[in-house]
């Protein structure tokens, strides 16, 4: 196959670029609404997002994890088994995204107060659970479109998405409302809902183009005479869903116990909440930032690895597996020495009178681990292997969580850079030693 027809060359650079401009827009939002509604209105905005992140944790990735792998695998040979997944899949995560908006409905008040610890949140629930059937939807088509290796819609959607959110919040300006975070909230649903309408109208022309649309007509003889469908379902989504709650849940804990190990370290709390901050809102969206391209290229690997597995391809697999964690290192090492040699001038700039260029030459020596451990994962991912990255995540977390309550507080924030970086390399570590055996075993 030549090289420019390549669908994971293809693909990966409709989603680098739709990642790229999606981070800029991103970006430039999030500095307009500081503007617009203040440093604590946009603080209520983002308290939310934890529950929005739990919520799509069970009904939104790995679903579509699930559908992008086994369209892979049947797509060309099995068309019907294909469609048979992805409907399975479709529904179940339907009805998980309703039943969860439903009781957020229902318990928002509850959920704002002890859970978010902040009442002001009641009001901006309901938004979110608007937003989680919208989402699950637009995860589920994007699976299926990563699946026939057609990353063009999904990344478009994604542009479309956060687009839509800057136009509601701009026509809402200068109709000269009296702008607040309520405003931001109905701006997110406007993005979600442009993003499910694109995304449903295009997938459905398409079946209709392909004349498959007949076939995608529920059949409910087929489903409850084979559980086939279901079984396999649940092996390789409950191991996506609990890594994505766990990691949430994680996360949320670590927010809380940073500024809290640095203040026994003897800063003060303004001290320890802003350099909390210049790490989390500044200088690790620089050393993420590379991941719209090598991110890009694992969401496309994922089915190609698949359907090499199912097709029993294996000197394929030896050969992509070799060559994108190859160019995911060498990516990092570029972007190392970049941040290394001109970390503290690009902090400076982009970021004047802060923390952000120190942290950032600093935090350079990750950026190799981190590209390179996503294509791990992704392989792994195709392999059917997602409980093997589950519990190597979740261990890692446990460490880096460990290492941020028990020696922070004597070593500062030098320690929890150190603890970034021995989790990265264990997490490079052990999922590079589980693909090699894989590898191994099977001979590849």
């Known amino acids: 196959m030549k090289l420019k027809s390549s669908p994971i060359i293809t693909g990966t650079f409709y989603l680098c670029i739709a990642g ?43 679903f579509q994890t699930a559908i992008s792998k ?14 048979m997944y992805f409907l399975t899949a479709f529904l179940i995560s339907f009805i998980i995204a309703i039943a969860e908006g439903i009781l957020i409905l229902l318990f928002r008040s509850q959920i704002a107060i002890f859970f978010l610890l902040n009442e002001r949140c009641t009001q901006l629930l309901p938004y979110i659970a608007i937003c989680i059937p ?18 063009s819609v999904p990344a478009f959607s994604n542009i479309l998405e956060q687009t839509i959110r800057m136009l509601f919040v701009f026509f809402l300006v200068q109709s000269q409302v009296d702008f607040s975070v309520i405003h931001v909230c109905l701006a997110l649903a406007a993005g979600e809902l442009a993003a499910f309408l694109f995304s449903s109208f295009m997938f459905f022309c398409r079946q209709i183009r392909k004349k498959n649309i007949s076939a995608f007509k529920w059949r409910t003889r087929s489903f409850h005479a084979d559980s086939e469908y279901l079984r396999n379902l649940y092996r390789l989504t409950w191991p996506l869903a609990a890594n994505r709650l766990s990691l949430s849940f994680l996360q949320s804990i670590e927010a809380v116990m940073i500024p809290s190990r640095l203040i026994l370290f003897g800063l003060s709390e303004s001290l320890a909440l802003s350099l909390y901050g210049t790490l989390t809102g500044m200088a690790m969206n620089f050393i993420y930032f ?31 597996s070799v060559l994108s964690i190859f160019a995911a290192f060498f990516t990092g090492l570029l972007f190392w020495l970049l941040f290394l040699c001109f970390g503290i001038e690009i902090g400076q700039l982009c ?40 519990w190597t995540q979740f261990s890692a977390y446990l460490i880096r969580l460990a290492i941020t309550v028990f020696l922070v507080p004597f070593y500062g924030m030098t320690c929890y850079f150190i603890a970034l970086l021995i989790t990265q390399i264990y997490l490079n570590l052990v999922n590079g030693a589980a693909l090699s055996k894989i590898l191994a075993l099977n001979h590849i």
Not at 361 to 382: A, E
């Open 20 to 62: 790229i401009i999606t981070r800029l827009l991103g970006f430039v939002y999030r500095v307009w609404l500081g503007n617009l509604i203040g440093p604590e209105e946009l603080g209520i905005y983002q308290l939310v997002f934890p529950v929005f992140s739990i919520c799509l944790a069970l009904c939104g990735s790995p």
């Open 134 to 151: 919208l989402s699950a939807v637009h995860s589920c088509i994007s699976g299926w479109y990563y699946g026939i290796q057609n990353a």
């Open 351 to 390: 970021f004047p009178g802060t923390r952000t260029g120190e942290y950032l030459k600093t935090l350079s020596w990750l950026c190799p681990f981190i590209y390179s451990n996503g294509i791990i994962v992704s392989i792994l991912h195709g392999l059917g292997r997602t409980a093997q990255t589950f």
């Open 70 to 83: 086994f369209t892979a695998e049947h797509a060309l040979n099995k068309p019907e088994k294909a469609r």
């Open 290 to 320: 590379p991941t719209a391209l090598t991110g890009s290229f694992s969401l496309l690997l994922l089915p190609d690895i698949a359907q090499a597995w199912n097709e029993k391809r294996y000197a394929h697999i030896r050969k992509a």
